[in-house]
């Protein structure tokens, strides 16, 4: 089974409406992000939490929102959806190690705004 | 501001021709700096993290070096299946996010 999983793995939505992209995962790690990839400007990142009563915007926040509900799961939410929100979403875990510290990926979510 | 430059943006090798590809950064005390490997529809997988100047790390055919501006990823004799897009991030010392290159899109022909 994956270590990082995202649901769903794709999903067409209309301008205006609210939707949640969700994120779990096996590893045990404290530290969950988000991130977007654009065609040509590479992963962005939009929010980043370091446990569950940690909650930190990253680059690219506005338009979205994101809850940690256990240690495992991290959702992203747009609270209204707008075409250029279209891009392909990633969550990532990491645990830090003697300072050391490597992101590991989920598989993506493909999003369409109409 | 912290900046990850990749290049070439694409690049198109036939099987067993060996090249490089360039990351180039500028960041205030570098943290780490990591490739990975993305493959279409999929997440990025990682492959290595580089921390200091002249370190260097080998996987199969993929060696990674550093400087203390840029990171290579040398291919030695691809195959087929080393087609994919390689990305470049780096973390800042005292910062909690990584800065990533758009990436590099290696086809390998056999």
């Known amino acids: 089974d994956a270590d990082v999983t995202q649901t769903p793995r794709n999903r067409i939505t209309k301008t205006g409406k609210r939707i949640m992209l969700e994120c779990s995962q096996t590893k045990g790690h404290d530290r969950m992000y988000w991130y977007r990839q654009d065609p040509g400007l590479g992963l962005r990142l939009i929010y980043y939490?370091?446990?569950?009563?940690?909650?930190n915007k990253g680059e690219i926040s506005d338009g979205y929102s994101v809850s940690r509900q256990a240690q495992a799961k991290f959702s992203l939410s747009l609270e209204s959806a707008i075409p250029n929100q279209t891009a392909l979403y990633f969550c990532?875990?990491?645990?830090?190690?003697?300072?050391?510290?490597?992101?590991?990926f989920g598989p993506g979510t493909r999003l369409l705004v109409l | 501001e912290d900046q990850v430059t990749q290049s070439p943006e694409a690049l198109r090798l036939q099987e067993g021709e060996s090249s490089s590809l360039n990351c180039s950064y500028t960041v205030s005390g570098l943290r780490g700096l990591f490739w990975y490997r993305q493959d279409p529809g999929k997440g990025p997988e990682f492959l290595f993290t580089l921390y200091s100047a002249g370190e260097e790390k080998e996987k199969e055919r993929l060696k990674a070096t550093l400087t203390k501006k840029e990171s290579f990823l040398h291919i030695t004799a691809p195959k087929p299946e080393d087609s994919a897009t390689y990305l470049c991030a780096v973390q800042a010392s005292g910062n909690n996010d990584m800065r990533f290159g758009a990436g590099t899109r290696l086809t390998v022909k056999p």
């Open positions: 990532a875990t990491s645990a830090p190690d003697r300072g050391k510290e490597t992101q590991y």
């Open positions: 939490s370091f446990d569950v009563k940690d909650i």
